[in-house]
């Protein structure tokens, strides 16, 4: 795959994921393309891809707005500012938002953040069960 596929893809992961119904994140991103080169994905990349479809920028918010996990979350803008910020289970992992006063900059932000945050959980909970199968 290109990487203009790969980001095209990206893309559209929320609006999948909900006319699919069933089908994790996760799944769709290794659908995508995104699982074989995370750090190839670029929020520039991420950005024109964007720019080039902005009817996707509201899927994300959708997305980030009904999340009811821990994780990345994408906020309506607030005094002309768009912002992105992460939220854990302890308070000491909170990130206060990081202000853009471009929308589709601040979903490119957004995505790439959030996507990492799924790889990595996915990956961490691959090990636990590992560790639990062995013990």
Not at 62 to 72: A, H, I, L
Not at 116 to 123: E, K, S
Not at 127 to 135: C, G, L, S
Request: glycine share 8%; proline share 4%.
């Amino acid at each position: 795959m290109s990487l203009s596929e790969i980001v095209s893809a990206i893309i559209q992961i929320p609006r999948q994921h909900y006319e699919l119904g069933n089908v994790s994140m996760y799944s769709l991103m290794a659908e995508s393309g995104y699982l074989d080169s995370p750090q190839g994905i670029s929020e520039e990349a991420i950005l024109q891809g964007l720019q080039e479809h902005p009817e996707f920028i509201s899927d994300w918010k959708t997305y980030s707005e009904d999340k009811r996990t821990t994780g990345w979350y994408f906020m309506e803008p607030s005094h002309g500012r768009y912002g992105i910020g992460f939220i854990s289970s302890g308070e000491k992992d909170r990130i206060e938002p990081i202000q853009y006063t471009d929308e589709a900059r601040a979903c490119a932000a957004f995505i790439v953040r959030e996507l990492g945050h799924i790889r990595v959980a996915v990956a961490e909970e691959e090990v636990r069960h590992k560790r639990q199968a062995r013990d």
